[in-house]
């Protein structure tokens, strides 16, 4: 298993982005990229500490082959709504990593716009 390792600020977060939450025509991601799934019990955004990886690896979800958009947030922008970034590296993927706080689940629908307002699209084509 890998350790966990502190995220600096600087550093870029890649997020698959549902087909659905991009928008090709404006090229803007939805704040419904960032909501929580609560009835799956999320309790944290998965993404992927770009230290590890690329967007073209996160773009391929490894369980079923298909492939998503990405964007890229800079890790400052969860720390500035008073999020955790925190490095949870798993077996298969060194870079794995969460966006987490009581904000997120306080106030998904606001935090979900300000992450997809600040999030870059990486990967536009699938």
Known sequence: ?????????????????HPRDYNRKTGRISPGAFILRKRK???????????????????LDPNTGRRFYVGALCVEVPRHQELEVIHTP?????????????????SNFLIADILAENC??????I
Do not use: C
């Open 120 to 125: 870059r699209p990486v990967i536009t084509s």
């Open 41 to 59: 019990g999320e309790r944290a955004l998965s993404t992927n500490w770009s230290k590890y990886t690329t967007p073209q690896k996160t773009s």
């Open 1 to 17: 298993m890998w350790k966990r390792e502190f995220i600096p600020d600087d550093d870029d977060l890649y997020r698959r982005i």
């Open 90 to 106: 798993t077996r298969k993927n060194r870079g794995h990593s969460s966006i987490t706080g009581q904000r997120l689940i306080d």
